[in-house]
RNA sequence: GGCCCCGUGGUGUAGCCUGGCCUAACACGCCACCCUGUCAAGGUGGAGAUCGUCGGUUCAAAUCCGAUCGGGGUCGCCA
């Protein structure tokens, strides 16, 4: 018998029942639940689209159900009918069900409520079977059509997909602390960024983009902060400054947006979300001028704060919305001694960075700016801040060896959705969240 | 790392301060039965926890004390 795509396309999904009524189908997915009457029962079967209605009379078939925990995988054929009083308004009427898999025991909450009851430790020890849950599921499908989004808008500006390792051999960048590793007795490290790969790349590609993990070492234990996160990182050569930069950032998350409207509405239909709308230019505020407002406003005095700290940047969120009717805002000209040393400097204000921060909402959801290009500025800089330029022989080659004005930006994926559905923790929008304390499943 | 808080059936909680009536309660799940259309269905009954662990105080400990392990919050650190 020759290999064959059909088990896959011949598939019908709880979400076209509506294309069926009138033809027999074979439907196949989870025991989500099995509602038990005297005369009638109705079992509701879980796809990777939805659920549907079967209605069972036959007093033996709903006895076999009966006998089954929740979650075992069935198959189902049976009419489609359209009916009023039925969910979504069609169900299978006459069903002739199969056992494909036999759950072994009831889930450890039900998964068939509108959200799961318990505490999130234990929905995340739980994780292989709590991703079930529509709510959940619908987090990862929101954040599969982002990453769909934010690949689909680079490639129309041109730019190329690249993947930069994970293992490195030296520390790089700032002083973040990184995870060591046994690489066949050599010291090595798991990779804090992708960024000096993907500037390299910016000499081959001149624009390019990665998705890909990123580890942190950081012991900091807090709802916005993981120690693996998904980076949807960009990079590109010959901006005129960081505001060719944030004009692409802001059409990379318009696509972003754009692709969850349309690859998961039904999961924006199931959480009861609204997209944020993209302003066609987001507004912007100077790191000193955000400062200066929120001084005025709350009275904190903010003249030796090199950063934002959260509830500034909260500050600033409701400002953006309030002043601005918009949900994002960049932040501008950080000061350069809280800035890695690639840092473009802002040519009228050296103390500041030619970077910025785009706020989500009152987070931090990316960091961006133009790059140094000069192979002179790198050796410069990383000396005045009393490092070796040696160290960095290997990503100051392409400096050598000649490289244009670029920039780059970097977002945070499990932000952008925990954000977008006002997740209380970064990890109920991480499929499998590693913090300082969760090492699994 | 500092400070604060919490560990009670599969899940979520009550009880703890003011020790004994705790043979540990309630809701969901699970098991059995009932209910002509449910849709977080509803009803009746049942099983399931030596109250994180170890030690101490006491006639008596889920309850008080100590240690330990696990977890949470917050601040700090942190592209």
């Excluded at 069926?20 to 997915?29: A, T």
């Excluded at 089954?68 to 009083?85: H, I, T, Y």
């Amino acid at each position: 018998m020759p290999s064959s795509l059909a088990p896959l396309t011949d598939r019908v999904w709880t979400d076209q029942l509506e294309r069926h009524v009138g033809e027999p189908v074979e439907l196949k997915g989870w025991l989500h639940r099995l509602r038990r009457l005297a005369e009638v029962s109705f079992l509701i079967l879980r796809d990777a689209r939805g659920t549907a209605q079967v209605v069972i009379h036959d007093a033996a078939l709903v006895e076999r159900i009966a006998a089954l925990q929740n979650e075992s995988v069935l198959s189902v054929r049976g009419g489609v009918v359209a009916e009023p009083q039925a969910p979504g308004g069609v169900e299978i009427h006459e069903p002739e069900i199969t056992v494909i898999s036999e759950a072994q025991e009831a889930p450890p909450f039900d998964l068939y409520r509108p959200v799961i009851r318990a505490q999130l430790p234990t929905i995340l020890d739980s994780a292989p079977v709590a991703l079930r849950h529509p709510r959940r599921r619908a987090y990862f499908a929101m954040q599969a059509a982002s990453m769909a989004g934010f690949r689909q808008t680079l490639r129309q500006l041109r730019f190329t997909e690249i993947q930069t390792p994970k293992i490195v051999g030296s520390a790089t960048e700032s002083g973040a602390n990184v995870f060591a590793l046994d690489y066949f007795g050599r010291p090595a490290y798991l990779a804090q960024s992708p960024q000096f790969y993907k500037q390299v790349m910016v000499g081959v590609f001149e624009r390019v983009y990665e998705v890909g993990p990123v580890f942190r070492a950081e012991p900091h234990d807090t709802a916005r902060h993981i120690n693996e996160y998904v980076s949807l990182d960009a990079e590109m050569g010959f901006i005129e400054n960081e505001r060719t930069v944030m004009a692409v950032l802001t059409e990379v998350i318009r696509g972003m947006a754009a692709a969850i409207g349309e690859e998961a509405a039904s999961a924006l239909a199931l959480l009861g979300i609204t997209l944020p709308e993209v302003p066609g230019v987001i507004p912007d505020v100077h790191f000193l001028d955000a400062q200066a407002m929120i001084t005025a406003a709350t009275g904190e005095d903010l003249s030796h704060e090199p950063d934002l700290s959260p509830a500034n940047e909260r500050w600033l969120g409701e400002w953006a919305r309030r002043e601005h009717g918009s949900d994002f805002v960049f932040v501008r000209g950080f000061p350069m001694s809280k800035r890695p040393f690639y840092t473009a400097r802002d040519p009228e204000r050296p103390d500041f960075a030619a970077g910025f921060d785009l706020l989500f909402r009152g987070m931090e959801l990316v960091t961006g700016g133009q790059r140094l290009h000069r192979y002179q500025d790198y050796v410069d800089e990383i000396t005045r801040r009393g490092d070796d330029p040696a160290n960095y022989a290997d990503y100051l080659m392409a400096f050598r060896h000649g490289m244009p004005p670029h920039g780059g930006f970097a977002i945070g994926l499990e932000r952008w959705i925990g954000q977008l559905v006002d997740a209380a923790n970064i990890r109920e929008t991480t499929l499998f969240p590693r913090d300082i304390n969760r090492l699994s499943p």
